[in-house]
């Protein structure tokens, strides 16, 4: 059973690189979140997808692009990476549609670090 | 506003019990949850509860709901090394429609052999 699936695990860039974190859900869920964590903040939505083909902005979207490839996959893209963009990345899925109130599905993050 | 608030940190002896709480503002959340999150590994849903119930029981975890308050509290009996991890609690209130996912700070607990 593997759920939800992220790669890279680990990631060092310098600042002003680009990146696509990759994620990957086997569960047939309809919505899928981005969330950063940093110390003392809990998660924070970045982006989520309610259904294949449509994207919204979460709480802080800026500097972020995600694409909803199919039902599966949601990567997120860091266009030109800042120090200020350290920190852990976790994909999550619902079956829901949207933003909805069921119990979300988490992978085991992405740890990113920018110099 | 919208906010979640728990304690960062608790430790406990092997074989106690641990109460972790949890505040929280909005009324219209219809589900509360608590996830797990052990070194290294994303969320672990553990259990959730409907606003509609006071108390929920899974094994060795009692959930506790005050709506009064917007308290919500998670006890987990004889608490073991394995229990150690930050744990979180969420809710989901509605707003304009839809639901948002707001998840608190996380309380780090630690248990002492």
């Known amino acids: 059973n593997a759920g939800v699936t992220q790669t890279p695990k680990f990631q060092v860039l310098k600042t002003g690189q680009s990146m696509t974190l990759q994620c990957a859900q086997d569960m047939n869920h309809n919505s899928m979140y981005w969330y950063r964590q940093d110390p003392g903040m809990g998660l924070r939505l970045i982006y989520y997808?309610?259904?294949?083909?449509?994207?919204d902005k979460g709480e802080v979207p800026n500097g972020y692009n995600v694409s909803r490839l199919n039902k599966r996959e949601f990567s997120l893209r860091l266009e030109s990476a800042a120090p200020s963009q350290t920190s852990v990345y976790f994909c999550?899925?619902?079956?829901?549609?949207?933003?909805?109130?069921?119990?979300?599905?988490f992978g085991d993050g992405t740890r990113l670090s920018i110099l | 506003g919208e906010d979640v608030e728990q304690s960062l940190f608790l430790s406990v002896r092997e074989g106690d019990s641990s109460v972790i709480n949890c505040t929280y503002t909005?009324?219209?959340?219809?589900?509360l949850y608590w996830y797990k999150q052990e070194p290294g590994a994303g969320l672990q849903l553990l259990t959730y509860i409907f606003s509609n119930m006071d108390m929920k029981q899974d094994q060795r975890l009692t959930v506790l709901l005050n709506k009064k308050d917007k308290h919500l509290s998670l006890r987990i009996a004889d608490t073991q090394t394995g229990d150690s991890a930050i744990y979180f609690c969420?809710?989901?209130?509605?707003?304009?429609?839809?639901?948002?996912?707001?998840f608190g700070t996380g309380t780090r607990l630690k248990v002492l052999a």
């Open positions: 999550a899925s619902n079956p829901g549609q949207g933003l909805s109130n069921q119990p979300q599905h």
């Open positions: 909005d009324s219209s959340s219809t589900y």
């Open positions: 969420a809710e989901s209130p509605l707003t304009s429609g839809t639901y948002k996912y707001i």
């Open positions: 997808s309610a259904s294949e083909g449509t994207t």
